[in-house]
């Protein structure tokens, strides 16, 4: 976060305040919801952060917007090589369950865990 400008850093900083007062004053989809709207915010700001990217993608499942979610993952190879488990599980939510088999084959053994 040192690189961004002192804007920036001020934006990411009140989004990081906004995730956790949500976190404090909500719960549930509601809760989620609001954290998938901050995180997105701080994921443009700090595009190659894996908290943010990591924030992004956990309230997107936990608010339920699977469709969204993957083209999420889609966004980046990357992503899909970091979050196999959690694309599968999308793709599990979506139906598409040979897929999801497919993908939680492909996780070598000592990923499991």
């Known amino acids: 976060m040192n690189d961004l400008s002192s804007e920036n850093r001020e934006k990411a900083k009140s989004l990081w305040d906004k995730i956790a007062q949500a976190k404090q004053e909500h719960s549930g989809l509601n809760m989620h919801k609001m954290i998938c709207e901050a995180s997105k915010e701080l994921h443009q700001i700090l595009p190659a952060d894996p908290a943010a990217v990591q924030m992004v993608l956990v309230s997107l499942i936990k608010s339920r ?3 969204e979610a993957i083209k999420f993952l889609g966004s980046s190879a990357d992503y899909k090589k970091v979050h196999k488990f959690e694309h599968a ?16 084959k492909s996780i070598p053994a000592n990923d499991r865990s």
Do not use: S, T
């Open 89 to 104: 599980y999308i793709l599990h939510r979506l139906g598409r369950n040979k897929e999801a088999l497919d993908k939680l």
């Open 65 to 67: 917007q699977f469709d």
